[in-house]
T-cell receptor
């Protein structure tokens, strides 16, 4: 079954404690990205990756890091989480990032609370 | 990536009423995608429109792509409680930028 798997689904952490949200896809997609979703602000892109070892900033990259060492995995790293990073996070993958793509597949989401 | 304006941002309807959300671009789009996100869920791809004037139907959902390929709409006939959620129209990504989802239209259905 084609899927994007995120873990954990829910996480409560304290300010400053490093955390990683994992994302894995089994469709051999080249393109992966991270979004955060906040009430009234919609889905905003944090980081994206065109392929292995190729990553770039999206619209709201401050406070986040990513890595793409393998094609299937694209972890999101918060080195020093702050309360304003409390949000719902989605990982997505697609064959291509642009108009050639047929669709994007999303993970189930990670609800992060930073206290 | 390209930008679109989606309206309305919120729509309340009585169950059984019709619903339409509109998506407008200032530039010509090569295609437009539509996604649905149920409350508590993740966005799920519904359809991609590519041709000028294209109309596609999925049961009670009708998707249209304008003749000039600058606008699109999603119409739901006789809404049901299962239609509740946020609908996103998504223009093609600009190269490496990927897909821009924006705020979508939140459909709220009153029984």
């Amino acid at each position: 079954e084609a899927q994007v798997t995120q873990n954990p689904r829910y996480l409560i952490t304290v300010t400053g404690k490093k955390l990683t949200v994992t994302c894995s896809q089994n469709m051999n997609h080249e393109y992966m990205s991270w979004y955060r979703q906040d009430p009234g602000l919609g889905l905003r892109q944090i980081y994206y990756s065109m392929n292995v070892e190729v990553t770039d900033k999206g619209d709201v990259p401050e406070g986040y890091k990513v890595s793409r060492k393998e094609k299937r995995n694209f972890p999101l790293i918060l080195e020093s989480p702050s309360p304003n990073q409390t949000s719902l996070y989605f990982c997505a993958s697609s064959l291509f990032p642009d108009s050639r793509s047929t669709e994007a597949f999303f993970g189930q989401g990670t609800r992060l609370t930073v206290v | 990536g390209q930008q679109v304006m989606q309206i309305p941002q919120y729509q309340h309807v009585q169950e059984g009423e019709d619903f339409t959300t509109y998506c407008n671009s200032s530039t010509t789009l090569s295609n437009i995608q539509w996604y649905k996100q149920r409350p508590g869920g993740h966005p799920v791809f519904l359809i991609q429109l590519v041709k000028s004037g294209e109309v596609k139907k999925q049961k009670r959902l009708t998707f249209q792509f304008g003749e000039a390929k600058k606008n699109s709409s999603l119409h739901i006939t006789a809404t049901q409680t299962t239609d509740v959620g946020t609908y996103f129209c998504v223009p093609p990504g600009g190269g490496a930028d990927g897909l821009t989802f924006g705020k979508g239209t939140h459909l709220i259905i009153q029984p």
